[in-house]
């Protein structure tokens, strides 16, 4: 049993590694700084934002090229892991970097070179000898990063505790990681603030050595006795408005000590949430391909005053109106409030969020007016069936008609189709063709192939899927040794049985998205951003242009009661309800009328349901869409 003498002088720190977005803080050692701060005040506790310090010395442009791949992030600190391999690494990053015009192969040896000087530059500003724990953070593309930095700091001061947690480690890989990675001593599945907290009472202030730190569901060591359940409990924050506000003044000041060509107004990251409230909705496993919500049992948020009150407190201390909302999903309950509140603030926020399909259009409108300017939509696909089969809860008609209302706002979409999903088929990509052609006025969606992710339904049950088992994905070998490759269970796995098929199937849906982004890119980028396709209301008749990538116009006129159908189609609605609001018109009528403007890819039909897929050619006036049967046929 060894017990450290408690050290007046210990010090802490907390580290994010590259490749998370250089633009922005870290949130989760921001979020845990100010917690731990708050409970040990006599302890100095530093927040190390490597990932900006790595930014500056790589270069933006290279770095953000990198970030943006996580291929290309792992293999750079692999290389200096295990420079053995170096010569095989920089030949995989080679073969990665081809389609990326901003990185040239050639790039790789000073990536790396201007990576390491960045590192070391940043850990010769730090006295090693005096920190007792390091804590470092690790999602995707920071997986070798934080191996690295560990390992660094551990050789400047072997008796440093190197602590990782972090989306890349589970209960699952917890056990793995210690006996695979030397260079950490404890791993924390799940949220940090209460297992950090505990390993600075026990381990930091009382001197407790790690063979005798009193046992938290949480925290592994290479002494913890072997979970006798799989299913072991998390230490997590019950009641989030108990959480400080984030602290990012290390970033802050790091970036202000920058040459003022290197300097920008950075993005404030902001956590309403956490977990997502989706998963077990009415039973739903979630997203059948989502594994974000491994950290987390169950879905928290903030309460509305308390998340308006975080983002004006932090706009107002870092002077700053850029602000990303963290959440997996943004809270279901209590959006509107919050964004009622952000209105009031009277601020010109630039606000990012990720929301799921099913948010009504007057929800959208209200997040709009207070500084929604781009969102991640969980579109994920445009077929139904396809839909079903990955849990989404939602429907392609659905999918449209969020894409639609973006378009109408002005709010970017940057939403993705997940092609090659398994147990997909000629049927779905064959209803995602049908599907896209109504879509072509609207943003587009970025192709993106599946990927398996640990932990997550397909993941858990491969052959409900068509896959005859699961493992690593077979990158992890270029980077890592075989025996780590192949015991270690990665974040990012891979599927037998079906790739080959998948990646045929989806070619046609590659080739109509690439067509898509050029068509759309040629014809919304007029002198006056007109929407592709638009309407303008003369009061009892409707002008309908549509804009053809040949220059020419094909316009229609719709009077009276087409132009009230026209019109009260702005949200999708069911036949039925279309015949009930006009029965002044036979229903068989109504519905030639219907069809007929889907012939004509001004509206779209699905399963008797129609949305009419013009925007005004002038912003929205508040409260254009009919709030009220709106809200009667969202479906969650
Ligand atoms: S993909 Fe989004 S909506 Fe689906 S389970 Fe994951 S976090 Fe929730």
């Known amino acids: 049993m060894t017990r450290h003498a408690p050290v007046r002088s210990a010090r802490v720190a907390l580290v994010a590694p590259p490749w998370s977005l250089y633009t922005r803080p870290s949130i989760q050692v921001g979020a845990l700084k100010a917690f731990v701060q708050s409970r040990f005040a006599d302890l100095p506790i530093a927040a190390h934002h490597v990932h900006l310090v790595v930014a500056a010395a790589v270069g ?44 040239r192969a050639a790039d790789f040896d000073e990536i790396l070179c201007r990576a390491a000087a960045g590192v070391e530059d940043w850990l010769a500003a730090v006295d090693w000898t005096r920190t007792r724990l390091v804590g470092l953070t690790s999602a995707l593309c920071q997986f070798t990063a934080a191996l690295y930095i560990a390992r660094r700091i551990k050789t400047l001061n072997p008796a440093t505790t190197a602590v990782i947690g972090g989306p890349a480690f589970s209960f699952e890989s917890s056990s793995a990681a210690l006996a695979f990675f030397p260079e950490i001593d404890v791993v924390v599945a799940g949220e940090g603030e209460l297992p950090l907290a505990h390993l600075l009472q026990h381990h930091v202030r009382e001197g407790c050595g790690l063979d005798q730190l009193p046992p938290l569901a949480a925290v592994q060591t290479r002494f913890t006795p072997p979970a006798e ?46 977990g997502c409230w989706w998963q077990g909705a009415r039973g739903a496993p979630g997203c059948a391909f989502c594994n974000l919500n491994q950290q987390w049992r169950g879905y928290r948020s903030k309460s509305a005053p308390r998340a308006v009150a975080e983002i004006d407190a932090l706009t107002r201390r870092y002077k700053t109106l850029n602000v990303a909302l963290m959440d997996n999903v943004l809270p279901r309950s209590s959006a509107a409030q919050v964004f009622r509140g952000l209105a009031e603030l009277g601020k010109d926020l630039n606000l990012f969020g990720e929301i799921r399909a099913t948010t009504a259009a007057a929800e959208l409108e209200r997040m709009h007016a207070a500084g929604l300017q781009r969102v991640q939509i969980g579109i994920e696909a445009l ?45 779905d990509v064959r209803e995602t063709l049908h599907t896209l052609e ?7 969606l970025t192709f993106v192939g599946f ?46 049985g079906e790739a080959l098929r998948q990646r045929r199937l989806w070619q046609p849906v590659r080739r109509a998205l690439r067509a898509w982004s050029k068509r759309y890119e040629r014809l919304h980028r007029g002198p006056f951003g007109e929407p592709i396709l638009g309407y303008r209301d003369g009061g009892d008749f409707l002008i309908v242009r549509e804009r053809r990538p040949e220059g020419e116009f094909a316009t229609h006129r719709l009077e009276g009661l087409s132009r009230k ?37 001004l509206m779209f039909a699905e399963n008797g349901s129609y949305l009419s897929l013009a925007v005004p050619e002038r912003r929205p006036r508040p409260g254009g869409v009919d709030s009220a049967a709106e809200t009667a046929i969202r479906s969650c």
């Open 60 to 103: 933006y442009r290279r770095y953000h090229a990198v970030s943006e791949r996580t291929w290309l992030a792992e293999a750079v600190f692999a290389a200096l892991l295990y420079p053995e391999r170096k010569e095989a690494i920089a030949r995989f990053f080679a073969r990665q970097s081809a389609a990326v015009a901003s990185l």
């Open 565 to 601: 159908i026209y019109l009260f189609c702005e949200i999708h609605r069911p036949l039925t309800l279309i015949a009930q609001r006009f029965p002044q018109a036979a229903a068989d009528r109504i519905e030639g009328f219907l069809r007929q403007l889907t012939d004509q890819r």
């Open 229 to 274: 359940t799989a299913d072991r409990p998390f230490s997590q924050m019950e009641n989030l408005d108990h959480l400080p506000y984030p602290d990012f003044d290390e970033y802050a000041e790091t970036l202000s000590a920058f040459d003022p060509a290197q300097r920008f107004f950075f993005t404030l990251p902001v956590e309403l949430s956490r």
């Open 383 to 427: 077929s139904t069936r396809l839909l079903r089969k990955m849990h989404k809860g939602t429907r392609a008609i659905q999918n449209l008609e969020i894409m639609k209302h973006c378009e109408r706002l002005g709010i970017t979409n940057l939403a993705n189709l997940i092609a090659h999903f398994p147990g997909s088929d000629e049927s």
């Open 451 to 496: 990927w398996l992710g640990l932990g997550s339904p397909v993941w858990r049950r491969p052959a409900d899927y068509g896959l005859r088992s699961v493992s690593s994905h077979p990158h992890w070998a270029r980077l890592f040794p075989a025996a780590i490759a192949r015991g270690f269970p990665f974040a990012l796995q891979t599927g037998r």
């Open 438 to 444: 109504f879509a072509l006025p609207f943003h587009p």
